[in-house]
């Protein structure tokens, strides 16, 4: 029997002024494939964000501009879906995929799981609880040992904790994201052993941003291909970007970071020359790229380096955004935010022009309403998936898949499996499998052949 979480999943997207429960599943726990037929209706949830009548008023602020970009953006922030010529939609399997081939089998276990990493040289997965704490998997067997533990400097609950750890590309560093005990983002480096032990004594924050509201932070931290390191900010929280961040340039939240956490001069990190907003009047160097909600999980294609995120919804779209690597990987790219949820109007005080259009988007219901990205298949267990987006929604305990056409659209999607809680993560190993983080059932599954 599954031990259940404790804290529900900080992903979602409704923000509705009550905050209800939600149902904790102990599905998914068999050795067998648990999916469904695309038609099947699972048991779905509402919201479990923070109410917005207890984080502040949801009256629009002021409206700035967003500046423009000095060097030139990539021609998918120009454009509006990805161009058949960007070169980087590497093969996809064409077979048809029957998701009873395919088991979510449980390897592990702990309490509210988040965020799976790896590090060079070292055949752990490292889990990331919500709770404060880092624990490694070797062998399918999870060791409690805590190789890191902040609990003690955090707030957690809702959408806060720790969110999110990448390493190093030498696997000597970790970066992670938490709330700290004000409810601020901090991101912060540690110093990691070869027994993968975090040193607290080497302990160094690069960056803390406000929060104004309890939800939409973000969270997750990545090293990207070019070795630098990947901050995904949420717009602050409440409802509807009550402050505008998304499109506002001044500010650090509602956008894709990237930073070189050497340090420079008397700043604890490096602002890379070729960020698209250096030397732009009012605005903040350390953008990549702007106009996003929640982009809670995010990833690498590790053959084509393209950015995939997952940027969780509003009341009634979520969406998957693709920035092909060989159009600049989102550098400079506006995904629409609070203009725009997913490709419908939004904000009719904000203006997106020319922001690229989702791959992917789908309505809240039946199929949920909250996604949980979320990377493109790059194993070998499941061929019949190679090339496919997969993803999950915490909402509907779906995980879910769609091939990616040779024009760099999205076919026709597929539900592999349903029921399985409160999906916090679909992430890779260092092998491109796949693994399921349910946060409700504290699980870390497996995705191999049935």
């Known amino acids: 029997m599954a031990v259940l979480g404790l804290a529900t999943l900080a992903a979602c997207s409704s923000d509705s002024t009550s905050t209800p429960s939600i149902p904790l599943s102990t599905a998914g726990l068999t050795t067998s494939a648990a999916a469904g037929p695309a038609g099947s209706t699972p048991a779905t949830t ?7 009548s207890s984080e502040g008023s949801t009256t629009p602020g002021p409206t700035p501009t967003a500046a423009a970009p000095t060097t030139a953006a990539s021609s998918s922030s120009g454009s509006s879906s990805p161009s058949a010529s960007s070169g980087t939609t590497a093969p996809t399997s064409t077979a048809s995929i029957d ?46 040992t805590k190789l890191l533990d902040i609990s003690a400097d955090i707030t957690t609950g809702g959408e806060r904790g720790l ?11 970790a970066y992670i994201d938490d709330t700290n005990v004000n409810g601020d983002t901090e991101i912060t480096e540690y110093a990691v052993g070869a027994d993968g032990v975090f040193d607290p004594a080497s302990k160094r924050l690069l960056l803390e941003i406000d929060q104004p509201y309890a939800n939409h932070n973000g ?16 717009d602050g929280g409440d409802a509807n970007d009550p402050h505008r961040n998304g499109q506002n340039t001044g500010v650090l939240l509602g956008k894709m970071l990237r930073i070189d956490p050497t340090p420079g001069g008397d700043s604890p990190y490096t602002i890379p020359a070729d960020n698209p907003y250096v030397g732009v009047d009012g605005a903040r160097p350390e953008i990549f790229s702007i106009g996003l909600r929640n982009p809670f999980r995010y990833s690498f294609d590790r053959v084509t380096n393209d950015l995939w995120i997952a940027d969780v919804g509003q009341d009634h779209w979520e969406e998957v955004d693709f920035s092909p690597a060989a159009t600049g990987g989102g550098k400079g790219a506006n995904y629409g935010w609070s203009a725009r949820e997913a490709a419908h109007p939004l904000n009719s005080d904000q203006h997106a022009e020319g922001a690229i259009e989702p791959i992917h988007e789908y309505a809240h219901g039946r199929a949920g309403c909250s996604i949980s990205g979320g990377v493109r298949y790059r194993g070998s267990a499941l061929p019949a998936l190679y090339g496919w987006y997969v993803y999950g929604d915490y909402c509907a305990g779906e995980v879910r898949a769609f091939p990616v056409l040779e024009d760099g659209t999205a076919g026709d999607e597929v539900i592999l499996a349903h029921g399985l809680g409160g999906i916090s993560e679909v992430a890779q190993g260092p092998d491109g499998e796949l693994y399921v983080l349910s946060v409700d059932t504290g699980q870390i599954l497996a995705v191999r052949p049935a």
């Open 46 to 52: 509402t919201d479990s964000a923070p109410s917005p």
């Open 163 to 173: 969110l999110g750890l990448t390493f190093s590309t030498d696997g000597s560093h």
């Open 99 to 144: 998701p009873a081939t395919l088991a979510f089998t449980s390897v592990g276990q702990t309490s509210n799981p988040l965020d799976l990493a790896f590090r060079t040289g070292d055949d752990a997965l490292y889990v990331v609880s919500q709770d404060g704490f880092v624990v490694a998997m070797r062998d399918g067997v999870i060791d409690d």
């Open 219 to 234: 969270g997750q931290v990545r090293i990207g291909p070019d070795g630098l390191l990947y901050i995904g900010m949420g």
